[in-house]
Every structure is written in C-alpha cells, then in structure tokens.
C-alpha cells in the first residue's frame, strides 16, 4: 500500500497547492509601495516570501485569526466556491478595523477531505483560488502564505468532497490611532453599513430552520426566483479598505472616527455593547437597515423572535460605526460603493435600544455588559 491508497495524493496535492500559490502571487500588488510589501526571493510555492519591516516609529502590529465557519458546507451544497473567500476575508479583516488598524498580510489554513489520485476536485480548489485574488483585492491585503492538509473524513460537510479554511491577518496601526472604547463620547452618531446576507454568522441555526422546515435538501427550494441556497451563500461584503481610508491607522484619514462595531456572531445588541463598555454608555438606534428577505423568512420559519434575532444574525448591518462626522463617514462609503445610512446616537443610559425591522417589529431593549 502506498500513501494515495490512503486517500492523500501527494502529486496532486502539489499542483492543488501550486494554484494557491499562484494566486496568492497575484495578490502581492495590493501592497506595492505600501507598509506591508511583499518581498519573494524563491518563486515557489513553499519558497520564502516576506514582508519589509521598516514600519513607522510607534507602530503596534498585531495578529487575527477566524474561520468560514459552517458556511462553507453552503458553498458545498450549491457546488459554488468562488465566493467564499470574500466570507473569510471579510472576518479577519474587518475585524480588524475593530481595533483601529488596517490589516496587512493574509494567510490560510485550507483542510480537505481528499483530493483524490487524479484531477477530478482541483477545478473546486481553482474556484478557491479565484475568490481569494478578488477578496484579497477588496480588502487591500495580500495573501503572503498558506497550507492545504487532507484530513479524510476529519473534515465533515455535504457531499463527498469537503473543506473547512480559515485565516489569519497580520494588522497594523500607529497607537494613537487604536480603539480603546474611551474615545466614544454621548452624542456621537452610528452610521451603519448596509448587509444583504448573512454574513458567516448564525449560519448553523439557519441551516437547522431550513433544514427542519424545508427538509434536507432545502437549499433547493425556490425563493424569490432563486435557489434557497443562493441567497444564503451570498458572499460578506469586505469594509475594511474604506475604513481605512477614513481611520488612517497609519496616520491620516478623511473622517474622525471614534469606533467600529463589526457586526458578526452575537449581532447588533452584543456587538455595539461590546465597544460600548468600557465607556459605559449606550446606544440608541432607531434606523437600522432591514434584514435580507432570506434572513426574515428564516426567522418567520424557526419562529425566532426579534430579540433574539438581533442577537444572532447581522439582520441588515455588515458595521457601525461611531463618528462625530456622519456625513464625511456615508459620503465616503458611497465612494467604495458602500450603502450607509444614519441609525442613531451614543447614549449615557448603558443599553442598546433598538427599533425592529424583523418579523414582530416593535423596541427592544438590551444592556450593555
């Protein structure tokens, strides 16, 4: 018995890891001229690339990490992966310009069932390699390195051929320019940043509604004109390049901006609170997009109330963020073709407040802690 009677190929392992890394080549301009270039001195896929480190005194650098998540058994279901990328990008980096910073340099970790002993499954991991050069350009970072492991049936999902990926981001920001919650003051604005999806977020209870309502097979029931399962795998919108043009984390910036809220697992309520502590304030938002169509039909499905749904899922908000300059923050965001509306103001009262667009409609209320 050899290593591929197993089910790990190592040829073809090669040339699946051969077309992550040509992608990933392509990613390194988004960092031309800028802190963060990539510097590659072996043109392989497993050479050494590395970034200049002649960063600005008082720099900080940091580093995050998140998955996809059960989204990817979506992707999978609807035999579809050129978008995923975008789902896992947008929750390393968004999440850091929670933190004021802008992130830099992106990696992954892709696990797989197997890849077979021919090139049967390398046209899905071709499809992963497009959406990771689309995403790393809108998030402005390159894709500096990467690891692929088949991990037989230690990778679960739908269909015979599975995947699990996360990433890390390394982030940077002068220290002036971190958050710290301190810097949100009573009677700054929220501007929120609109969400037609779910995001990655709260997609295991999604999957359980459709799943016991609409049976196994669910992502093919039609809903307005479209697969189910479309309108769940529609990629995360990626925020943090206009962000960063309006933060400035290493100096600059066009807005004033006292705090971003990244709008993922816990919601709205958890996720405003969360920058909201250490100042102990609150916030009033009484102008909150709506959630997607799919996002409201799976509330009225699994017969989710709105106090928990705001809990859970984005419902309509991919970011809030805090700013004494409203205007300057929307007028930009329509330059990256960003739809933001003005939701609300800081409070001194410690709880979020909310007017409802989900299934009941009405106020709710929840404290920040």
Known sequence: ?????????????????????????KTFANRTGRTGEVLSMFDDFSGLRAAKADFPPGTYMCMGFDTVGTKVEIAQRMNFHKTIAFDLLAMVCDDAIVRGAEPVLAGSNLDVTSLGTDNSNLWIIEQLAEGYVEAAK???????????????????????????????????????????????????????????????????LMRKIFESSLGKEWHETKFEGDKLGNHALRPSKI??????????????????????????????????????????????????????????????????????????WNMGQGLAVVTPEPDNVMK??????????????????????????????????????
């Open 1 to 25: 018995m050899d290593y591929s009677k197993s089910g790990v190929d190592v040829d073809i392992e090669a040339k699946a890891s051969q077309m992550l890394y040509e992608a990933s080549k």
């Open 138 to 204: 809108a998030a402005n970072v390159a894709v500096i390195n990467g690891e692929l492991c088949q991990l037989g049936n230690a990778v679960g999902g739908y269909g015979k051929f599975a995947y699990n990926w996360g990433a890390s981001v390394v982030w940077l920001a002068k220290k002036e320019k971190l958050f710290t919650g301190k810097e949100i003051k009573e009677g700054d604005s929220v501007v929120v940043f609109e969400e037609e999806g779910f995001r990655t977020n709260g997609i295991t």
């Open 332 to 369: 930009e965001a329509e330059r990256f073709g960003i739809v933001s509306r003005l939701a609300g103001a800081i409070t001194n009262d410690g709880k979020i407040s909310i007017e409802s667009h989900g299934r009941d409609g009405g106020s709710l209320s929840y404290p920040v802690k």
């Open 239 to 312: 925020y943090s390049k206009a962000l960063v043009a309006m933060h400035g984390p290493m100096g600059g910036g066009s807005s004033e901006i006292h705090g971003v809220a990244h709008i993922t697992g816990g919601g709205v309520a958890h996720k405003v609170a969360r920058i909201l502590k250490p100042a102990g304030l609150g916030a009033k938002l009484d102008s909150l997009f709506s959630p997607c169509h799919a996002m409201k039909y799976c509330q009225e499905l699994g017969n989710v109330s709105d106090f928990e749904a705001y809990k859970t």
